[in-house]
């Protein structure tokens, strides 16, 4: 089991801002984890074995690369059957975590996975990578070829002089004839390209805006937050000095 030791560790880390998926997200989108452009998708199903897995955030490339985000409030009992499902297709993974969540992530996920951590207080959060992500060794063709539509199978398998009897065959057995014509890295190419091709729909996530709760002291006007040395008193928001001229005014006229 190896465990990750690294500087940012010993940082503080605003807590509060990093407890939620879309805190997490936001900061990881603004890390600079990949290149502008590059297709982005959000919350995309990838074929598991026994239950539907999404992965949080995949990105196009020389392959595909998946980000999972375990935030400060997340758990990770669901990271096994996830990191099994990320390693059937994807390149390249990464999990994207705090550092409470360091440990157990760590000793779940493949060595070959990439980590990143954040760090930071306020305006200085930022998303630091602790181990780069290596290529993965063990992708699953047929599961990877699943990822295709069943129309974009049978195009395919057309196109390679393969498409006699596939109009109608299941999906599973479209993915397993593509998996013996061709190599895992072509399969690779192709879902890419029909990922970029088809239309772009809205993530599944949703942001809910955040309610956040003012202080009483800052309702206030700003002269209270003000040293007392520097401003004379006032009673009533009327300076004392002046209150105490008024006073005697009426006093002199009784």
Same mark, same amino acid.
């Given at each position: 089991m190896t465990?990750?030791?690294?500087?940012?560790?010993?940082?503080?880390?605003?807590?509060?801002?990093?407890?939620?998926?879309v805190q997490l997200r936001t900061l990881l989108k603004s890390a600079g984890a990949w290149r502008a452009e590059e297709l982005v998708l959000e919350e995309l199903c990838l074929p598991a074995k026994s239950q539907t897995v999404r992965a949080d955030i995949v990105v196009t490339g020389a392959s595909l690369t998946g980000f999972e985000i375990k935030a400060g409030k997340d758990r990770v009992?669901?990271?096994?059957?996830?990191?099994?499902?990320y390693g059937a297709?994807? @390149?390249? &993974?990464?999990v994207a975590t705090v550092p409470m969540h360091v440990n157990d992530v760590t000793a779940t996920v493949p060595e070959w996975w990439g980590v990143w951590i954040a760090c930071g207080l306020g305006g200085e959060l930022a998303m630091r990578c602790v181990r780069a992500a290596r290529p993965n060794p063990s992708r699953d063709p047929v599961r990877l070829a699943e990822m295709l539509w069943r129309d974009e199978a049978i195009a395919k398998l057309a196109e390679l002089g393969l498409g006699k @009897?596939? &109009?109608?065959?299941s999906r599973a057995a479209l993915a397993q004839k593509l998996a013996q014509a061709l190599s895992i890295d072509e399969i690779d190419i192709h879902v890419q390209t029909c990922l970029r091709q088809r239309p772009q729909r809205q993530p599944l996530v949703g942001v809910k805006p955040r309610v956040?709760?003012?202080?009483?002291?800052?309702?206030r006007p700003r002269s209270w937050l003000e040293p007392q040395g520097l401003r004379p008193p006032f009673i009533n928001d009327v300076p004392v000095v002046k209150a105490l001229s008024r006073t005697a005014a009426r006093l002199a006229t009784m």
């Open positions: 465990y990750i030791r690294h500087p940012f560790f010993r940082l503080p880390l605003d807590e509060g801002a990093v407890a939620h998926d009992t669901r990271l096994p059957v996830q990191a099994e499902a297709v994807c @390149g390249f &993974a990464n @009897g596939t &109009a109608s065959k956040i709760v003012v202080p009483k002291y800052e309702m």
